[in-house]
C-alpha cells in the first residue's frame, strides 16, 4: 500500500491528526496584555481634589479586584492556549470578555462621574489612570472577543464517534 495521508487514524497522541483547526492564541496574548494595563492602571492616579491625587487602588477597592480578576482571566486563558487540544474553551472566553466589559464600564464611570462618596464631594477630577484603565479594558475584551471566535473545546476525551470517524458505511458524527 502507498504512504499514509495526515487524514488517518493515528495513536491518540497525535493532536493534530484528529483536528488540525486549532484556535489562534493570538487573542489570548492581547486580554493578557489588556489586563496588564489595566493592574498598571490601578496604582496610577484615578482621582485628584486640589491638593491630593488617589491613585485606583487607594480610591476604591473594586478596581483592583476588577484587575486582579483580569490576571487570573489571563493565566487561565494562557493556560488553554497551552493544554487545550483546540488552545481553548469558549465559556472561559466569553466569561472574560464579559469581565473586560465590565471594566470597561467602570473606568467609563470614573471618567463620567466619580462613583461612590467621592462624588459627593466638590473639586474631585479624573486622572491618568481612568484612561490607561480604559485602553487595558477595551484591549482585553477585544482580545477575549478575538479568542472566543475561534474553534473551542478541549477534545481529548471524546471517543471515535465524536471524530467524525466512518462506521458501517455512514460518517459518525
Partial sequence: MGAMSNHTNTPRNDRNTYEPHRANPMGAY??????VIFLIAT??????TDDKSFSGYESDTLIPFTAYLGIGFA??????????TRRQH??????????????TGLALSY??????????KA??????G????LIGAIVWAVG??????????????????????????HTAN
Avoid: C, Q
Fill in 43 to 48: 496604582f496610577l492616579a484615578w482621582i485628584a
Fill in 30 to 35: 492581547v486580554a493578557t496584555a489588556g489586563a
Fill in 111 to 120: 471618567m463620567f462621574e466619580v462613583p461612590g462618596g467621592a462624588e459627593r
Fill in 75 to 84: 493565566a487561565a486563558l494562557l493556560y488553554a492556549a497551552k493544554r487545550a
Fill in 144 to 169: 477575549s472577543f478575538l479568542l472566543a471566535k475561534e474553534p473551542e473545546g478541549d477534545i481529548e476525551h471524546r471517543n471515535d464517534d465524536d471524530r467524525g470517524t466512518v462506521h458501517g458505511g
Fill in 130 to 133: 481612568v484612561y490607561v484603565g
Fill in 90 to 103: 469558549r465559556g472561559l472566553s466569553l466569561s472574560s470578555m464579559a469581565a473586560g466589559i465590565a471594566a
Fill in 123 to 128: 473639586g474631585f477630577d479624573t486622572e491618568i
